[in-house]
Each structure stands twice: as structure tokens, then as C-alpha cells.
């Protein structure tokens, strides 16, 4: 309903107020209906509550609504975590006082995010304009920046990897009719030529020896129940869903009152939730089998916790209420949340290791198997262990060496970030909240920043621009250090052992020093984006990318011309190939970066010598 808006041009700008969303954001105006039937509302109220979620953001939401329309600061609370009939009129049975703490926290979310955002948007957008004379609309953002360089960087670190070859020598052996797999205990080698003369030896033997046999079992625990982030990672792995994408179907069902409150950081569930109501409504709904199996394993309902805690709410869990037309996103959502919740209540799962080291002409195999002695809680949930059998072997028993086969990999290969991991990643960082990481990673693909292909995400050239150029000239805008110890201190007013003000008035020092820094260096920054936002710009090009070339070569093809020096005379003494040979074997592996791929054939064409 409301949004922090200024009148003042320039920077720094640190005046600003509360206004009507409309009038800070032309696409607001949807909302001045909303502003008149509460202003409307407010006339004569005996009573109010501020009945918004209980958390930062609808504790502001609620405040600003009272502050402004109704011009009141006598408000009770409601806190609740389901829009179950029980739970609300028991949460409006007993009201609280104000939570004026959660308020200031989230008022001060606000104003840092405001404060950082546009000083250093409009720093952007003045050294473009100085250096071309052209307006662009750019952004920055306190969360959001940080995790820019973290996408950008991560994609530099995917096509300019050039992992090591290593090389698993594996023996297939049999034991009267049945066949098994060892992998000789030194895998990986680093250099083929020793798997190659092992292989050679085991080969001629043609029998090895059972030297031992060990059999061990393990208990595998049940999953916690799910906070937001990891039913986001979930959803993930199963259903490819973008966090996003998780967290809107969530917030749907939860509105439904099919679940609690689902933007929380808890991974516990306490005692004063009706397990047993909720069980019982589950059994009628489709999950009898698992109900019972509950009930049979654990007549007390004690759940098994996580470590992860949030002040205002529980780990996510259905209320038992009937699902009605839910669409198949929502069902899917719907069906993990409940089988996540119900096998948190079941023993854990027993699997079986068994290990045999076999001796084959003095060199050791190891093989391994494991079988599920009880399924438990893994019979419900989409999370399966792979059984593998091993022959029933025995001490001193020979068994027959078929074949070898040697299977050549790549050690510390980059994954490219997905929304997921990215969204993991902020979580590891201690950047933004479990409500707010998801939107700050749409909003870099909505102001065309990233971008998606069937590998993960990819920068476009103006989030090159923008993250080579902070990274550059403004690194205190990159710092996650900074950032998270801002989350640190938001928590600390809403713990109530900081203030608002104190908090506020220390970001404007930090954004007033960054921003005087930035101004000495508006020119060379703009310059800078203008080379990577103007193909057309008279400046030197890559001439494997036409991207802006420094000593020759782009930022990507640079860094993977230095990683493929370094690394190149290890590649020949692994494989036993010389430079030559080595290059052309790099230029079509698939496990090496495309950038670096790219350099080892201009290397072979001559276009680039080293």
C-alpha cells in the first residue's frame, strides 16, 4: 500500500517519506480502491488489529496501514501461523500488544534497502550518462548486487574450467555365476599410464582373493520438517520448479488454509500443534497407510527436529483441511509438505554396507553393496537408496577376474548456478530473508541482468556490465561481508538490543562514503558499461567473442588463457600426451569450459601463441 518515495534529484539523497504506492510507482494505481475502502474502514473503529502475517514485512504492512489511514498507534496484534477457523479464533481470543520491535526491524529493512538502492542506482546511471550522454534505467541493491557478482562470477568460473583428468581403474570379477564390480583402492589415479600398467598386471593374473568381508548397518534418520528454504530445494530436485515458482504455489495454499505459515526459517515443529487432529484429518484425506504407520512406531507424536529456528513460526505443516480443485503444481506442493510433515514422525530408515577388499595379484579392490533392511520412513518419501548386492563371499574364496575397464573423469568441475543454488547460496552467505531471497533473484532476470538456457543461468551483456563495472570500481557495493552484517544488525533491532535510527543513520555514513568514491570514478565506470552495452563502440574487441578485450582478449577468454597455461603441462604429464595433442584432446572435452575450449583451438590455429 505504501512505498518510500523522495523529491530530491542527485546524490546522495538520504530525504524521503512514506507515500501511496501510486504515487511512487505508476503501476500502482490498482491499489487506490484498496486505499479508499480503508480509509473508509477506519471511521470510528473501537478496535484495531493488524491481523497481516506475523513477520517483519506484515508487521510494516499492518503498522503503515494504521499509522497512515486510520492515524492511530493504539492496535492489537494477532499472531497465528494457519488460517484455520480454530487457530484464528483462538489467536483473536488473545490479542497482544503491538510488536513494535518486528515493526522497527522491518521499517528499517525499508529504508537500508531504499538508501543503498537508489544512491547507488542513480550512481550507475549518472557515469553512463557521463560517458555517452545517453539515459539508461540501471539498479542496484543492497541484496541484490552482491548476488549479481556472485551469478556473473560463477558463470566466468563455469566456462573458464578446465578440471584435471584422473583415471578409475575397475575390475568386473566372478563369483561362481554372479558378476561384480571393484574398483582398485588408489582410484583415482592421477596418471593413466599407472591405472594402464595395473590393469595390465590384474589381467594376466585372471583370479584374486577374498581378503575380507565387512558387514555394517546404519540407520538413515527421517528428513526434518521443511522450512521455506528447503522445500524450495526441494522442489527443485524434484519437479525443476524455480524458487519463486515454489514459494507463490506455497503462499496459495497456505491462503487456502491447507498449510501454516510457509515463509518461515523453523525446521521444528512444537508441542502445542494438534499432531493429533492433524493425523486424524490426513488418514480420511488419502494418507491413511502413513498415518498408521505413524501411530504404529510413535503413539507419543514426537517429531524429529531440525537445528534451523524462527522467532514467529513453526517448520511448514499441513492443517488437515481438505484440498479442493487444487491445480497440479499446487497438488504436487500440497503432497510433499504432507509426507515431509508425516515422515518426520517415523523411525529412521536401516540400510546395510557391506565391503569386500579383494586381492588380486597384490593389488587391492574394494567393492561395495547395500541392501535396505527397513524401508521406514523412505517407503513415503520421494528420497530412495539404491540398492546394490554383493555375492555372498566369504574369507579365502577366489573369484575370476572377466575384465578392466579404466574411465577417465575430471576432478573439481564447476556446476553453473541455477535459481536454486543461487538462492542456496545466499542462504549459506547470510544474505536477505527466507521471504525475500526468491523475488531478489527474479528481479536480476526481470531488469535483464540473467537470463535462463537449458545449462543454468547465463549473464546478458548489461549484467556484465554492471557487475564487471561495481566489482571494478565500486567493490564495497559487491561485499557480502557488508550486507550481511547490515541482516546482523536488522536483527538486532528487531531483537530490541539496537535501534532503528542507530542502524539507519550508520548505512547513510557507509552509502555517503561509497557513493563519494563512486563520483571520483564516474567517468572510467561509464566508459566501462558503454563498452559492454554498445557492440558498435570503436574499442578493442575479443576476436573470439567481440566482447571488450583487455591485453587482447575479453574477461573470459583472459582468465581461461591463464588457467590453460597453468594447467597444461600437468594435463601432459596425466594423459602421456604431448602439448599438441593435449590441446586438441581439451578443445572437444565437454567437462572443460567453453571458453577454455575456445583458447585451446586459437592456440592450434595459431591465432593466440603461447
Same mark, same amino acid.
Given at each position: 500500500?505504501?512505498?518510500?518515495? =523522495?523529491?530530491?534529484?542527485?546524490?546522495?539523497?538520504?530525504?524521503?517519506?512514506?507515500?501511496?504506492?501510486?504515487?511512487?510507482?505508476?503501476?500502482?494505481?490498482?491499489?487506490?480502491?484498496? !486505499?479508499?475502502?480503508?480509509?473508509?474502514?477506519?471511521?470510528?473503529?473501537?478496535?484495531?488489529?493488524?491481523?497481516?502475517?506475523?513477520?517483519? @514485512?506484515?508487521?510494516?504492512?499492518?503498522?503503515?496501514?494504521?499509522? /497512515?489511514?486510520?492515524?492511530?498507534?493504539?492496535? *492489537?496484534?494477532?499472531?497465528?501461523?494457519?488460517?484455520?477457523?480454530?487457530?484464528?479464533?483462538?489467536?483473536?481470543?488473545?490479542?497482544?500488544?503491538?510488536?513494535?520491535?518486528?515493526?522497527?526491524?522491518?521499517?528499517?529493512?525499508?529504508?537500508?534497502?531504499?538508501?543503498?538502492?537508489?544512491?547507488?542506482?542513480?550512481?550507475?546511471?549518472?557515469?553512463?550518462?557521463?560517458?555517452?550522454?545517453?539515459?539508461?534505467?540501471?539498479?542496484? %541493491?543492497?541484496?541484490?548486487?552482491?548476488?549479481?557478482?556472485?551469478?556473473?562470477?560463477?558463470?566466468?568460473?563455469?566456462?573458464?574450467?578446465?578440471?584435471?583428468?584422473?583415471?578409475?581403474?575397475?575390475?568386473?570379477?566372478?563369483?561362481?555365476?554372479?558378476?561384480?564390480?571393484?574398483?582398485?583402492?588408489?582410484?583415482?589415479?592421477?596418471?593413466?599410464?599407472?591405472?594402464?600398467?595395473?590393469?595390465?598386471?590384474?589381467?594376466?593374473?585372471?583370479?584374486?582373493?577374498?581378503?575380507?568381508?565387512?558387514?555394517?548397518?546404519?540407520?538413515?534418520?527421517?528428513?526434518?520438517?521443511?522450512?521455506?528454504?528447503?522445500?524450495?530445494?526441494?522442489?527443485?530436485?524434484?519437479? %525443476?520448479?524455480?524458487?519463486?515458482?515454489?514459494?507463490?504455489?506455497?503462499?496459495?495454499?497456505?491462503?487456502?488454509?491447507?498449510?501454516?505459515?510457509?515463509? =518461515?526459517?523453523?525446521? $521444528?515443529?512444537?508441542?502445542?500443534?494438534?499432531?493429533? %487432529?492433524?493425523?486424524?484429518?490426513?488418514?480420511?484425506?488419502? !494418507?491413511?497407510?502413513?498415518?498408521?504407520?505413524?501411530?504404529?512406531?510413535?503413539?507419543?507424536?514426537?517429531?524429529?527436529?531440525? =537445528?534451523?529456528?524462527?522467532?514467529?513460526?513453526?517448520?511448514? !505443516?499441513? =492443517?488437515?483441511?481438505?484440498?479442493?480443485?487444487?491445480?497440479?503444481?499446487?497438488?504436487?506442493?500440497?503432497?510433499?509438505?504432507? *509426507?515431509?510433515?508425516?515422515?518426520?514422525? /517415523?523411525?529412521?530408515?536401516?540400510?546395510?554396507?557391506?565391503?569386500?577388499?579383494?586381492?588380486?595379484?597384490? @593389488?587391492?579392490?574394494?567393492?561395495?553393496?547395500?541392501?535396505?533392511?527397513?524401508?521406514?520412513?523412505?517407503?513415503?518419501?520421494?528420497?530412495?537408496?539404491?540398492?546394490?548386492?554383493?555375492?555372498?563371499?566369504?574369507?579365502?574364496?577366489?573369484?575370476?577376474?572377466?575384465?578392466?575397464?579404466?574411465?577417465?573423469?575430471?576432478?573439481?568441475?564447476?556446476?553453473?548456478?541455477?535459481?536454486?543454488?543461487?538462492?542456496?547460496?545466499?542462504?549459506?552467505? %547470510?544474505?536477505?530473508?527466507?521471504?525475500?531471497?526468491?523475488?531478489?533473484?527474479?528481479?536480476?532476470?526481470?531488469?535483464?541482468?540473467?537470463?535462463?538456457?537449458?545449462?543454468?543461468?547465463?549473464?546478458?551483456?548489461?549484467?556484465?556490465?554492471?557487475?564487471?563495472?561495481?566489482?571494478?570500481?565500486?567493490?564495497?557495493?559487491?561485499?557480502?561481508?557488508?550486507?550481511?552484517?547490515?541482516?546482523?544488525?536488522?536483527?538486532?533491532?528487531? $531483537?530490541?538490543?539496537?535501534?532503528?535510527?542507530?542502524?539507519?543513520?550508520?548505512?547513510?555514513?557507509?552509502?555517503?562514503?561509497?557513493?563519494? @568514491? /563512486?563520483?571520483?570514478? /564516474?567517468?572510467?565506470?561509464?566508459?566501462?558499461?558503454?563498452?559492454?552495452?554498445?557492440?558498435?563502440?570503436?574499442?578493442?574487441?575479443?576476436?573470439?567473442?567481440?566482447?571488450?578485450?583487455?591485453?587482447?582478449?575479453?574477461?573470459?577468454?583472459?582468465?581461461?588463457?591463464?588457467?590453460?597455461?597453468?594447467?597444461?603441462?600437468?594435463?601432459?604429464?596425466?594423459?602421456?600426451?604431448?602439448?599438441?595433442?593435449?590441446?586438441?584432446?581439451?578443445?572437444?572435452?565437454?567437462?572443460?569450459?567453453?571458453?577454455? *575450449?575456445?583458447?585451446? $583451438?586459437?592456440?592450434?590455429?595459431?591465432?593466440?601463441?603461447?
Amino acid at each position: 500500500m505504501f512505498a518510500l518515495d =523522495t523529491s530530491r534529484r542527485g546524490i546522495p539523497v538520504f530525504e524521503y517519506q512514506w507515500v501511496p504506492r501510486w504515487e511512487a510507482e505508476k503501476r500502482a494505481t490498482h491499489l487506490r480502491k484498496f !486505499y479508499r475502502l480503508l480509509s473508509w474502514l477506519s471511521q470510528g473503529a473501537r478496535l484495531v488489529v493488524n491481523a497481516c502475517d506475523y513477520d517483519i @514485512e506484515g508487521s510494516v504492512i499492518g503498522y503503515l496501514i494504521i499509522s /497512515m489511514l486510520f492515524k492511530r498507534k493504539d492496535y *492489537r496484534r494477532m499472531k497465528f501461523s494457519s488460517l484455520t477457523e480454530a487457530e484464528l479464533r483462538r489467536a483473536f481470543s488473545n490479542l497482544l500488544p503491538p510488536d513494535t520491535n518486528m515493526v522497527e526491524a522491518g521499517l528499517c529493512r525499508h529504508e537500508l534497502d531504499w538508501i543503498w538502492g537508489i544512491n547507488c542506482s542513480r550512481a550507475l546511471m549518472e557515469a553512463y550518462k557521463k560517458a555517452t550522454g545517453k539515459k539508461i534505467v540501471l539498479s542496484a %541493491g543492497r541484496v541484490q548486487t552482491p548476488t549479481l557478482v556472485e551469478a556473473i562470477e560463477n558463470y566466468i568460473d563455469y566456462v573458464t574450467n578446465i578440471p584435471l583428468p584422473q583415471y578409475t581403474l575397475t575390475a568386473t570379477l566372478a563369483h561362481g555365476q554372479e558378476k561384480f564390480e571393484a574398483k582398485h583402492s588408489q582410484s583415482p589415479f592421477e596418471k593413466r599410464a599407472d591405472a594402464e600398467a595395473i590393469a595390465e598386471k590384474v589381467k594376466r593374473a585372471g583370479v584374486g582373493v577374498v581378503a575380507s568381508i565387512r558387514k555394517e548397518k546404519h540407520s538413515i534418520p527421517p528428513p526434518p520438517p521443511f522450512n521455506l528454504g528447503d522445500l524450495q530445494e526441494e522442489a527443485s530436485r524434484l519437479y %525443476g520448479y524455480s524458487p519463486y515458482r515454489t514459494q507463490k504455489i506455497a503462499e496459495s495454499l497456505y491462503l487456502n488454509a491447507l498449510i501454516s505459515y510457509p515463509r =518461515t526459517n523453523s525446521q $521444528k515443529l512444537p508441542p502445542t500443534i494438534n499432531h493429533s %487432529g492433524i493425523l486424524e484429518s490426513l488418514a480420511k484425506i488419502g !494418507y491413511a497407510e502413513e498415518v498408521r504407520e505413524v501411530l504404529r512406531y510413535n503413539p507419543s507424536l514426537t517429531p524429529r527436529q531440525g =537445528t534451523k529456528t524462527d522467532p514467529a513460526h513453526p517448520a511448514i !505443516y499441513p =492443517t488437515g483441511k481438505k484440498p479442493v480443485k487444487l491445480s497440479e503444481p499446487e497438488r504436487r506442493i500440497y503432497d510433499l509438505i504432507v *509426507r515431509r510433515y508425516l515422515v518426520a514422525f /517415523m523411525p529412521p530408515a536401516l540400510i546395510e554396507k557391506a565391503t569386500a577388499i579383494i586381492d588380486v595379484a597384490g @593389488e587391492k579392490f574394494i567393492a561395495e553393496g547395500t541392501i535396505v533392511v527397513r524401508e521406514s520412513w523412505m517407503k513415503y518419501y520421494p528420497r530412495k537408496t539404491r540398492e546394490k548386492k554383493l555375492p555372498e563371499l566369504a574369507r579365502g574364496e577366489s573369484v575370476k577376474v572377466l575384465r578392466t575397464r579404466i574411465t577417465e573423469s575430471f576432478e573439481s568441475r564447476v556446476k553453473r548456478h541455477n535459481k536454486t543454488s543461487l538462492l542456496i547460496w545466499m542462504e549459506s552467505v %547470510g544474505i536477505g530473508t527466507e521471504a525475500t531471497r526468491a523475488q531478489i533473484i527474479e528481479t536480476l532476470f526481470d531488469r535483464k541482468y540473467l537470463e535462463h538456457d537449458k545449462g543454468g543461468i547465463k549473464p546478458t551483456r548489461l549484467g556484465i556490465a554492471v557487475s564487471l563495472t561495481v566489482s571494478r570500481f565500486f567493490p564495497k557495493l559487491t561485499s557480502v561481508d557488508l550486507t550481511r552484517e547490515f541482516e546482523e544488525k536488522i536483527e538486532d533491532v528487531r $531483537k530490541g538490543a539496537r535501534s532503528r535510527t542507530d542502524v539507519v543513520e550508520e548505512a547513510k555514513r557507509v552509502v555517503k562514503r561509497l557513493v563519494e @568514491e /563512486m563520483q571520483e570514478k /564516474m567517468l572510467e565506470a561509464g566508459e566501462t558499461m558503454a563498452a559492454y552495452l554498445n557492440p558498435q563502440a570503436n574499442i578493442e574487441k575479443c576476436p573470439l567473442c567481440n566482447l571488450p578485450a583487455i591485453d587482447g582478449l575479453c574477461i573470459f577468454h583472459k582468465r581461461a588463457l591463464e588457467k590453460l597455461v597453468e594447467t597444461l603441462d600437468e594435463w601432459s604429464r596425466r594423459t602421456g600426451l604431448d602439448r599438441k595433442s593435449v590441446l586438441t584432446k581439451i578443445s572437444k572435452q565437454k567437462s572443460v569450459g567453453q571458453a577454455v *575450449r575456445e583458447v585451446a $583451438k586459437a592456440i592450434l590455429s595459431g591465432d593466440i601463441i603461447i
